[in-house]
C-alpha cells in the first residue's frame, strides 16, 4: 500500500503570525518487543525522525521512539516569515522516507 | 386506585430494560478527548483511510460513478442483491463491483484497501440519517439478525441483547456499554490502532463472550448488520468516527 500522509496548515496568514502545522501519516509503529501468534519476534519499524522546514531552513523537528502509537500525528506551530513552501519528511526503520509539501502564503 | 399506576411504572421499567431509550450514539459517552479526535478531519486518524479510498475512487470508479452522486448510498447498506441472491453490506458492493464490472479479483474483509474504499464512502453520507431500504427481500435477514441478537453465545453465554439492551449505559470493568447502534463505521478504534469494520467489531464481541466468531461475510453477519442498522434507522451516519 502507498504511504499515506496528511499535511494541514493554513493556505495563507499574514507575515509573523504564528499558524498551526499538523501531520499525520500512516503507519503501524511496531515497537520490536511484541511477538506474532506463532511467537516470532515482530521486527522493530519505526518512524525514526520527523523534520520540518520552511524554504529550507529547519523550522521543528522531533525524535520518535516505540512509545508512540501507530500512525503517529504531530502538530507543532510556526512563525511565518515570508510566504514560501513548508515540507515535513518522516525517515525510519527499514529505510521508510515519506515527505509532504504544503505553500503557505503570507498576505 | 394506585395499582395501575405502579403497573404502568412496572411496565414502563419492563420496557426501559428490553429497550434503551432514547437511543443514543457511542460517541455521546466518548471521553471529551476522543471526541474531539472524532470532530476535527484534521485529528482524526481515520481521514488517512478516507484520503486513501477517494485516490482509489478517483482512479478506477470514477469513470462511471460520480462521487457527488454517491452521497447517501452508505447509509442504505446492507441491501438486497437480486443478482447474488443475498443480502450484502457495502464492502460486498464494491467487491462485487470490482468482479463484475472492473474484472479484477475481490479485496479480501479486513484489508486496508477495502476499508479505505468503505471509509471513503461512508465520509461521503456522514450527517446523513441511516435509511434501511424497505425491501421485502430483507426482511429474512432482519428476522434471523434480531433472533441472533437475543442468541446466548459462547463459554460466558451472553447474548448481545443481555448487554447493549439490558445493561447499556452501566458498566463492564472500566468500559461503559454501550447501546451498539453501528453509526459511525468503519471506525478507527485506538485498541486496534487502525480501522476495522463492524464485522470486525461483532467478530471482536465474539471472542470476548469466548464464542466462535461467525465467518466473515457469513449469512449471520449480514444478518446481524442488517438488523442493526434497521435498528439505528434514523440516526445520523458519523463515519469515519473514533472509538476508544
Same mark, same amino acid.
Given at each position: 500500500?502507498? %504511504?499515506?500522509?496528511?499535511?494541514?496548515?493554513? *493556505?495563507?496568514?499574514?507575515?509573523?503570525?504564528? %499558524?498551526?502545522?499538523?501531520?499525520?501519516?500512516?503507519?503501524?509503529?511496531?515497537?520490536?518487543?511484541?511477538?506474532?501468534?506463532?511467537?516470532?519476534?515482530?521486527?522493530?519499524?519505526?518512524?525514526?525522525?520527523?523534520?520540518?522546514?520552511?524554504?529550507?531552513?529547519? %523550522?521543528?523537528? *522531533?525524535?520518535?521512539?516505540?512509545?508512540? *502509537?501507530?500512525?503517529?500525528?504531530?502538530?507543532?506551530?510556526?512563525?511565518?516569515?515570508?510566504?514560501?513552501?513548508?515540507?515535513?519528511?518522516?525517515?525510519?526503520?527499514?529505510?521508510?522516507?515519506?515527505?509532504?509539501?504544503?505553500?503557505?502564503?503570507?498576505? | 386506585?394506585?395499582?395501575?399506576?405502579?403497573?404502568?411504572?412496572?411496565?414502563?421499567?419492563?420496557?426501559?430494560?428490553?429497550?434503551?431509550?432514547?437511543?443514543?450514539?457511542?460517541?455521546?459517552?466518548?471521553?471529551?478527548? /476522543?471526541?474531539?479526535?472524532? &470532530?476535527?478531519?484534521?485529528?482524526?486518524?481515520?481521514?488517512?483511510?478516507?484520503?486513501?479510498?477517494?485516490?482509489?475512487?478517483? @482512479?478506477?470508479?470514477?469513470?462511471?460513478?460520480?462521487?457527488?452522486?454517491?452521497?447517501?448510498?452508505?447509509?442504505?447498506?446492507?441491501?438486497?442483491?437480486?443478482?447474488?441472491?443475498?443480502?450484502?453490506?457495502?464492502?460486498?458492493? /464494491?467487491?462485487? $463491483?470490482?468482479?463484475?464490472?472492473?474484472?479484477?479479483?475481490?479485496?479480501?474483509?479486513?484489508?486496508?484497501?477495502?476499508?479505505?474504499?468503505?471509509?471513503?464512502?461512508?465520509?461521503?453520507?456522514?450527517?446523513?440519517?441511516?435509511?434501511?431500504? @424497505?425491501?421485502?427481500?430483507?426482511?429474512?435477514?432482519?428476522?434471523?439478525?434480531?433472533?441472533?441478537? &437475543?442468541? &446466548?453465545?459462547?463459554?460466558?453465554?451472553?447474548? $448481545?441483547?443481555? $448487554?447493549?439492551?439490558?445493561?447499556?449505559?452501566?458498566?463492564?470493568?472500566?468500559?461503559?456499554?454501550?447501546? !451498539?447502534?453501528?453509526?459511525?463505521?468503519?471506525?478507527?478504534?485506538?485498541?486496534?490502532?487502525? /480501522?476495522?469494520?463492524?464485522?470486525?467489531?461483532?467478530?471482536?464481541?465474539? /471472542?470476548?463472550?469466548?464464542?466462535?466468531?461467525?465467518?466473515?461475510?457469513?449469512?449471520?453477519?449480514?444478518?446481524?448488520?442488517?438488523?442493526?442498522?434497521?435498528?439505528?434507522? !434514523?440516526?445520523?451516519?458519523?463515519?469515519? !468516527?473514533?472509538?476508544?
Amino acid at each position: 500500500m502507498s %504511504v499515506r500522509a496528511l499535511l494541514h496548515a493554513p *493556505a495563507s496568514a499574514r507575515r509573523g503570525e504564528v %499558524v498551526e502545522i499538523r501531520a499525520l501519516i500512516a503507519h503501524p509503529m511496531e515497537t520490536g518487543h511484541r511477538r506474532d501468534s506463532e511467537g516470532r519476534l515482530l521486527p522493530r519499524d519505526l518512524v525514526r525522525t520527523l523534520e520540518a522546514r520552511f524554504d529550507g531552513e529547519l %523550522v521543528f523537528a *522531533a525524535e520518535l521512539h516505540a512509545a508512540v *502509537a501507530a500512525n503517529p500525528y504531530l502538530a507543532f506551530h510556526l512563525r511565518l516569515p515570508a510566504s514560501g513552501l513548508l515540507t515535513v519528511r518522516w525517515a525510519g526503520d527499514r529505510g521508510f522516507a515519506h515527505a509532504e509539501s504544503v505553500r503557505i502564503e503570507a498576505t | 386506585m394506585k395499582l395501575p399506576g405502579a403497573l404502568a411504572a412496572a411496565l414502563a421499567l419492563i420496557a426501559s430494560l428490553a429497550q434503551a431509550e432514547p437511543r443514543r450514539s457511542g460517541f455521546d459517552d466518548m471521553s471529551p478527548a /476522543v471526541q474531539a479526535l472524532q &470532530r476535527d478531519d484534521t485529528q482524526n486518524p481515520a481521514m488517512l483511510w478516507v484520503a486513501d479510498g477517494q485516490r482509489r475512487f478517483a @482512479a478506477d470508479c470514477a469513470t462511471c460513478h460520480d462521487a457527488g452522486a454517491m452521497r447517501g448510498v452508505a447509509a442504505r447498506y446492507p441491501a438486497f442483491d437480486g443478482a447474488a441472491g443475498r443480502v450484502i453490506n457495502l464492502a460486498g458492493r /464494491v467487491n462485487a $463491483c470490482r468482479e463484475r464490472h472492473l474484472k479484477r479479483p475481490r479485496w479480501a474483509p479486513g484489508s486496508d484497501e477495502l476499508l479505505a474504499m468503505e471509509t471513503y464512502l461512508g465520509h461521503l453520507s456522514r450527517g446523513l440519517p441511516i435509511a434501511p431500504p @424497505a425491501d421485502a427481500r430483507l426482511a429474512p435477514a432482519r428476522e434471523l439478525g434480531a433472533r441472533l441478537w &437475543r442468541q &446466548r453465545l459462547g463459554q460466558l453465554d451472553l447474548s $448481545c441483547a443481555q $448487554c447493549h439492551d439490558a445493561h447499556a449505559g452501566r458498566r463492564l470493568g472500566g468500559s461503559l456499554i454501550p447501546q !451498539g447502534h453501528p453509526t459511525a463505521y468503519p471506525i478507527y478504534r485506538l485498541e486496534w490502532q487502525g /480501522v476495522g469494520s463492524l464485522q470486525r467489531r461483532l467478530r471482536g464481541c465474539q /471472542v470476548g463472550v469466548r464464542a466462535e466468531p461467525w465467518d466473515w461475510d457469513s449469512d449471520e453477519l449480514l444478518a446481524l448488520e442488517a438488523f442493526l442498522m434497521q435498528r439505528a434507522a !434514523g440516526m445520523a451516519l458519523e463515519t469515519p !468516527g473514533v472509538r476508544p
